[in-house]
């Protein structure tokens, strides 16, 4: 069973950036996407990047700001994230599933989340 341990969320000023990292133990990792819940919200989706890398897919809201990319030999996926906004504020998790797609219900593997503030 694999594991996921998201790291590098914190407190940063509008428009600064901030790189996640995702990284897993127990088997490799496959099709990886990047969620992120506000305070009273609902888990929205970020991005998603296929297991060789080639194919991202990223929410209307990031396009543009934010960068998923993947080092095989760490089994680690990042999230760049760019030109951020207060409105990115929320808790951050990655999880893998078998789609490359939005919902989070095809995500079966979570990790535990990284808070990302933005001040403004």
């Known amino acids: 069973q694999v594991q996921l341990v998201e790291s590098g969320g914190g407190l940063v000023q509008a428009g600064g950036s901030l790189r996640l990292s995702c990284a897993a133990s127990?088997?490799?990792?496959?099709?990886t996407g990047w969620f992120r819940q506000a305070p009273g919200k609902d888990r929205d989706f970020v991005g998603a990047?296929?297991?060789?890398?080639?194919?991202?897919y990223y929410a209307d809201s990031v396009k543009g700001r934010f960068t998923i990319s993947r080092d095989h030999a760490k089994n680690t996926v990042y999230l760049q994230m760019n030109s951020l906004k207060p409105e990115d504020t929320a808790v951050y998790y990655c999880?893998?599933?078998?789609?490359?797609?939005?919902?989070?219900?095809?995500?079966?593997?979570w990790g535990q989340g990284t808070q990302v503030t933005v001040s403004s």
């Open positions: 990047v296929s297991w060789t890398g080639d194919r991202t």
């Open positions: 127990g088997r490799t990792l496959y099709i």
């Open positions: 999880a893998t599933g078998g789609s490359l797609v939005s919902s989070p219900i095809e995500y079966d593997v």
